[in-house]
């Protein structure tokens, strides 16, 4: 089992940065493949990014690719999300995610019945 825990989130003006920041517990970090999803009020839950297990590949919705990267750093068992260029679009409580299987595309890792560790989710606020 593996235990998240996000933190990062707040508030920022548009064009702004934030960094998100998802720690796990437990010595069998690098065994799972890892994600994150955001759910803006009201609407469903949907896919931001994914990363494998080693970190060589990533995967991006296409609304935040080009924008956001994600990142791991397997000796601290922490997942990243480095968010850039900010818009009000991408208020939402952001959540990390978790999965012991690892995907090869990324219908796969956007849908959030294949993860079954979630972390409490960290809310990201962009003003206009």
């Known amino acids: 089992q593996v235990q998240l825990v996000e933190s990062g989130g707040g508030l920022v003006q548009a064009g702004g940065s934030l960094r998100l920041s998802c720690a796990a517990s437990?010595?069998?970090?690098?065994?799972?493949?890892m994600a994150w999803f955001r759910q803006a009020t009201g609407k469903e839950r949907e896919f931001v990014a994914a990363?494998?297990?080693?970190?060589?590949?990533?995967y991006y919705a296409d609304y935040v690719k080009g924008r956001f990267t994600i990142s791991r750093d397997n000796a601290k068992n922490t997942v990243y999300l480095q968010m850039n260029s900010l818009k009000p679009e991408d208020t939402a409580v952001y959540f990390c995610?978790?999965?012991?299987?690892?995907?090869?595309?990324?219908?796969?890792?956007?849908?959030?019945?294949?993860?079954?560790?979630w972390g409490q989710g960290t809310q990201v606020t962009v003003s206009s």
């Open positions: 995610a978790a999965t012991s299987l690892e995907y090869y595309s990324r219908s796969y890792y956007s849908r959030s019945g294949n993860y079954g560790y």
């Open positions: 437990g010595r069998t970090f690098s065994t799972y493949s």
């Open positions: 990363i494998n297990r080693r970190g060589g590949s990533t």
